[in-house]
């Protein structure tokens, strides 16, 4: 086996084993099917997850916390066996429709879960409640309690509640700040792919799954995710960015088949000899363990850098000039006014905003002037933007200290 191979395979099992606390998420399209949710899958699934709690031991060894999509699913096949068919382009339908499933989704994981003993909660969020501090603590207090009785949170977005701008976009963002919240080391996204291919499988159907991948970032994602890469899409571009986030706080993500046979079993070493794929006769297809490793980076942000980053979608942009972006890049600096070219959207004072330089996007931080603002100190020297607004003003555009480069947005 190349030593390459080996090295990220033993960092995984190790990684894997040592795990604690464990986010998994899984897609409505692992949970259902035109007739609306699989029990048989979802039986399937909470056997393995009841597996995984405990280990190779008896007592529980592992909190999960589940975030299960499915809700639309369910509630549209509902619907339509009372005749009713509603256009789930609509986001209003889409609400109503996931009110009608998410009861359904609870009972048919409750009923799942209840055979292996395992008592379940439902948790239902808008990204508003983590943008709040207070809502933050008090979910995070929630859980907490939850994984003290050893039951098992099961985590959707409040879509009834939700509107555009207060949607997380999808379930795979919303687990991405559960990571952050729940302090998990280890993220597991159950999906209807085998994997991370290497190109587009709409454009190459035999692109092969790679077994690792080091760092997202550097990965070219309009060749992997085709034209899906828009935030909120779903699709492997929405999990990439997920596993990217987690990445950032040094958390490692498996993307794994939820169909597969299986899967968490072997992928937690719970099915098979704990090293079989560190065997030397174990790059066959058959020995190879399932899925894509993310691995974790090596230098991690804090965690407040990830919630400010993550807590809510960018506002506005600002454009700034060649001197500011290598100032922001090489040398760690604040952005000051001077180095803006141009500004977009409009957007409140302290709001996320996105950074870019010919087109390249440099991060995002929390603007200390409104878009009005800075638009009339845009280009100014300091002395002229103490002219323009008075002495009360900041000298930083956004200070580093509220600034995350390279984020996964
Ligand atoms: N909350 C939606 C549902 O339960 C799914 C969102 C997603 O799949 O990302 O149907």
């Given at each position: 086996m190349p030593h390459a191979q080996e090295y990220s395979r033993r960092g995984r099992l190790r990684a894997v084993n040592q795990s604690r606390t464990v986010i998994i998420k899984v897609g409505s399209a692992v949970l259902s099917d035109a007739q609306g949710l699989n029990t048989e899958v979802m039986s399937d699934l909470a056997r393995q997850i009841a597996l995984v709690r405990n280990g190779r031991g008896d007592a529980p060894q592992r909190r999960v916390v589940l975030v299960s999509s499915g809700a639309v699913a369910a509630g549209r096949a509902v619907l339509a066996a009372s005749g009713q068919r509603p256009d789930i382009a609509d986001l209003a339908a889409r609400q109503a429709a996931a009110a009608v499933g998410q009861g359904q989704l609870m009972r048919a994981w409750d009923t799942a879960f209840a055979a292996h003993g395992v008592n379940t909660a439902q948790i239902l969020l808008t990204r508003d409640d983590l943008r709040s501090r207070e809502r933050f603590l008090n979910i995070r207090n929630t859980v907490a309690a939850l994984l003290h009785w050893n039951a098992l949170p099961i985590v959707n977005e409040n879509?009834?509640?939700?509107?555009s701008e207060l949607k997380f976009g999808d379930n795979d963002c919303l687990a991405s700040l559960l990571v952050n919240l729940t302090g998990a080391d280890l993220f597991v996204n159950l999906t209807s792919a085998p994997g991370v291919r290497t190109a587009d499988p709409r454009l190459e159907p035999d692109a092969p799954v790679m077994e690792c991948v080091e760092d997202v970032g550097s990965l070219d994602l309009k060749r992997l995710c085709g034209s899906k890469t828009e935030a909120g899409s779903g699709g492997m571009y929405s999990k990439l960015l997920a596993a990217r986030r987690a990445a950032q706080i040094g958390v490692p993500t498996l993307i794994l088949p939820g169909r597969s046979p299986h899967v968490l079993t072997l992928a937690f070493g719970l099915h098979c000899e704990p090293d079989l794929y560190l065997k030397e006769d174990s790059d066959g297809p058959e020995r190879r363990p399932p899925g894509t490793w993310v691995q974790p980076l090596a230098h991690a942000i804090s965690r407040r850098k990830f919630w400010l980053a993550y807590q809510s979608e960018p506002a506005g942009a600002i454009v700034v000039d060649a001197g500011a972006a290598e100032a922001l890049l090489r040398r760690g600096s604040s952005l000051l006014p001077g180095g803006v070219r141009a500004v977009e959207g409009s957007f409140q004072k302290g709001a996320l905003v996105r950074l870019s330089h010919e087109g390249q996007s440099l991060g995002v931080g929390l603007s200390n002037y409104n878009a009005a603002e800075l638009k009339k100190i845009m280009g100014r020297k300091r002395h002229e933007v103490a002219a323009i607004?008075?002495?009360?003003?900041?000298?930083?555009?956004?200070h580093r200290d509220n600034l995350l480069l390279d984020a996964a947005v």
């Amino acid at each position: 086996m190349p030593h390459a191979q080996e090295y990220s395979r033993r960092g995984r099992l190790r990684a894997v084993n040592q795990s604690r606390t464990v986010i998994i998420k899984v897609g409505s399209a692992v949970l259902s099917d035109a007739q609306g949710l699989n029990t048989e899958v979802m039986s399937d699934l909470a056997r393995q997850i009841a597996l995984v709690r405990n280990g190779r031991g008896d007592a529980p060894q592992r909190r999960v916390v589940l975030v299960s999509s499915g809700a639309v699913a369910a509630g549209r096949a509902v619907l339509a066996a009372s005749g009713q068919r509603p256009d789930i382009a609509d986001l209003a339908a889409r609400q109503a429709a996931a009110a009608v499933g998410q009861g359904q989704l609870m009972r048919a994981w409750d009923t799942a879960f209840a055979a292996h003993g395992v008592n379940t909660a439902q948790i239902l969020l808008t990204r508003d409640d983590l943008r709040s501090r207070e809502r933050f603590l008090n979910i995070r207090n929630t859980v907490a309690a939850l994984l003290h009785w050893n039951a098992l949170p099961i985590v959707n977005e409040n879509d009834t509640v939700s509107v555009s701008e207060l949607k997380f976009g999808d379930n795979d963002c919303l687990a991405s700040l559960l990571v952050n919240l729940t302090g998990a080391d280890l993220f597991v996204n159950l999906t209807s792919a085998p994997g991370v291919r290497t190109a587009d499988p709409r454009l190459e159907p035999d692109a092969p799954v790679m077994e690792c991948v080091e760092d997202v970032g550097s990965l070219d994602l309009k060749r992997l995710c085709g034209s899906k890469t828009e935030a909120g899409s779903g699709g492997m571009y929405s999990k990439l960015l997920a596993a990217r986030r987690a990445a950032q706080i040094g958390v490692p993500t498996l993307i794994l088949p939820g169909r597969s046979p299986h899967v968490l079993t072997l992928a937690f070493g719970l099915h098979c000899e704990p090293d079989l794929y560190l065997k030397e006769d174990s790059d066959g297809p058959e020995r190879r363990p399932p899925g894509t490793w993310v691995q974790p980076l090596a230098h991690a942000i804090s965690r407040r850098k990830f919630w400010l980053a993550y807590q809510s979608e960018p506002a506005g942009a600002i454009v700034v000039d060649a001197g500011a972006a290598e100032a922001l890049l090489r040398r760690g600096s604040s952005l000051l006014p001077g180095g803006v070219r141009a500004v977009e959207g409009s957007f409140q004072k302290g709001a996320l905003v996105r950074l870019s330089h010919e087109g390249q996007s440099l991060g995002v931080g929390l603007s200390n002037y409104n878009a009005a603002e800075l638009k009339k100190i845009m280009g100014r020297k300091r002395h002229e933007v103490a002219a323009i607004l008075g002495d009360a003003h900041y000298p930083e555009v956004i200070h580093r200290d509220n600034l995350l480069l390279d984020a996964a947005v």
